[in-house]
């Protein structure tokens, strides 16, 4: 069961991803305390826990605020999170068990049906969970892990990519290419598509420089 602190933390992580607190918004812990009906101490926990992920900064005398991530670090970040991607595929091809391939394609399902909806939030959650099985799948455990945290810490950018036209059905059509790489067991052309699935460059990454402008402005 979680402490409330952990639960804390997911909700102001969501709040994040979701653009409800914007990059250098922040974070008063007596307002947080207030709006979720709690002392200081769980949400001072919680931030700590956000502020080791990366995911927000704590600064003596300058309190919490939300991490801000420049250009360049974005698509740092998205080039290490492909190769985490590439290897966790690599790995799921040779070592998923039939119930995990199963549980897989199950989960490519679910994308399906969010995506035929255009409802990009559903579709978002329904990738994590797809994503998240591949990390996995991959039967490494420290991999994973390290997977995970940046999935996390990219949570945001990743959810307003998929805000960009028709990247939806383009991010659909991908997984059903990395679906059929790992069900035939070819690690190679499963981590060739996973890297291509996630890294950013050219015109996705201006579409997504655009939306993240655009989000700011809107605030």
């Not at 009906?37 to 926990?45: A, D, H, K, Q």
């Amino acid at each position: 069961m979680k402490n409330r602190s952990t639960s804390l933390r997911e909700e102001i992580e969501e709040m994040i991803a979701v653009g409800q607190l914007q990059p250098g918004h922040h974070l008063d812990e007596t307002e947080l305390a207030t709006q979720f009906g709690v002392s200081r101490t769980p949400i001072r926990e919680a931030l700590i826990q956000l502020a080791s992920m990366g995911i927000i900064d704590m600064r003596p005398r300058r309190g919490a605020q939300v991490a801000t991530v420049s250009p360049q670090q974005l698509v740092e970040m998205f080039e290490v999170m492909a190769e985490f991607e590439a290897m966790c595929g690599r790995m799921a091809a040779r070592r998923m068990s039939k119930s995990e391939m199963s549980d897989l394609e199950a989960a490519h399902l679910a994308c399906k049906a969010a995506s035929n909806t255009d409802d990009t939030d559903d579709y978002f959650y329904q990738n994590e969970v797809f994503h998240k099985l591949i990390y996995q799948g991959s039967h490494n455990e420290f991999l994973s892990t390290q997977a995970m945290n940046l999935h996390r810490r990219l949570r945001p950018y990743r959810r307003l990519q998929l805000r960009v036209r028709d990247r939806v059905k383009m991010s659909f059509h991908e997984h059903d290419q990395v679906v059929a790489a790992i069900l035939a067991g070819d690690g190679e052309q499963a981590a060739q598509l996973l890297r291509g699935h996630i890294i950013i460059q050219g015109e996705r990454f201006a579409d997504l420089i655009a939306s993240m402008n655009k989000l700011k402005a809107a605030h």
